[in-house]
C-alpha cells in the first residue's frame, strides 16, 4: 500500500515550459486535492475533485489545469510556467474530506 | 480576515517542557478540526482531528476545542527533540468538504 505517490520530486523549468506533475493514490478515496505551499503562507488549494469526471477550481487556479479520468489518478498540468509557480506543490486523497493523505510534494522552480 | 489564524512561530522551547500551539477562527458553525505535523521536506500527516468541542487525547498529545471562544488548541507534554516539526491546524468547510489551513507554527525542542 504506496498511499498517495507524486512524482516528480524535483523539477526546473524555464519561463513559458508546460509540464504534468503526477498524482496516484491505491486507497481509492473519491477526494483528490492539489495545494501548494510557499513560506509563510501554509497551504493553498489549487484544484479539487470530489470523484472521477469531477473536478473544480480552489483558492489559487490560475495557471493551472486538471483532471480527473480515473479514482485513482489526478494530475496537475503547468500550462506556461511563470516564476510565480515556483513553490512546493502537494497532493492529497481523502476518504471523507476531514482526513486527507498527502504525498511527498514535488519541487518546482521556474527560471 | 482570514478564515483560520496562526502564529507561524518559531517556537523554541527546551526538552521536556510543555508545548501549547494555538489557532482561532473566524465562522461559528466549523465542526471538524485537525492538527497536521510536517517534518521537514515531507508531506503533512495528520496527528489528531476532534468533532465539536471538547478535549481529545492521544499519548503526549491533547487536542482541544473551545467553540465560545473559536480557538483550538494542540499541547505536547514531555516535549521531544523528535517533535521538531512544523504544525499546522485545519478545519473542515462543510459547504464543499475542503480543507481551511492555518499557517503552520515551526516548532523547535532544544535538548
Known amino acids: 500500500n504506496a498511499g498517495v505517490t507524486q512524482t516528480p520530486k524535483f523539477q526546473v523549468l524555464k519561463t513559458g515550459q508546460s509540464m504534468t506533475l503526477q498524482c496516484a493514490q491505491d486507497m481509492n478515496h473519491e477526494y483528490m486535492s492539489w495545494y501548494r505551499q510557499d513560506p509563510g503562507m501554509g497551504l493553498r488549494l489549487i484544484h479539487y475533485s470530489v470523484g472521477a469526471g469531477i473536478t473544480d477550481q480552489g483558492e489559487v487556479p490560475n495557471g493551472y489545469n486538471v483532471s480527473r479520468s480515473t479514482t485513482e489518478d489526478f494530475p496537475l498540468r503547468l500550462l506556461s510556467a511563470a516564476p510565480s509557480q515556483t513553490s512546493v506543490y502537494f497532493c492529497?486523497?481523502?476518504?471523507?474530506?476531514?482526513?486527507?493523505?498527502f504525498g511527498q510534494g514535488t519541487r518546482l522552480t521556474v527560471v | 480576515q482570514k478564515e483560520v489564524e496562526q502564529d507561524p512561530g518559531p517556537l523554541s522551547v527546551p526538552e521536556g517542557a510543555i508545548v501549547s500551539l494555538n489557532c482561532t477562527y473566524s465562522?461559528?458553525?466549523?465542526?471538524?478540526f485537525m492538527w497536521y505535523r510536517q517534518y521537514s521536506r515531507k508531506g503533512p500527516e495528520l496527528l489528531m482531528y476532534?468533532?465539536s468541542s471538547g478535549n481529545k487525547e492521544d499519548g503526549r498529545f491533547t487536542a482541544q476545542v473551545d467553540k465560545s471562544s473559536k480557538y483550538i488548541s494542540l499541547f505536547i507534554r514531555d516535549s521531544q527533540p523528535s517533535d521538531s516539526a512544523t504544525y499546522l491546524c485545519?478545519?473542515?468547510?462543510?459547504?464543499?468538504?475542503?480543507?481551511?489551513w492555518g499557517a503552520g507554527t515551526k516548532l523547535i525542542i532544544k535538548p
Open positions: 476532534t468533532y
Open positions: 492529497a486523497s481523502s476518504y471523507s474530506g476531514r482526513v486527507a493523505f
Open positions: 485545519a478545519i473542515l468547510r462543510d459547504s464543499n468538504y475542503q480543507l481551511i
Open positions: 465562522n461559528s458553525a466549523f465542526q471538524y
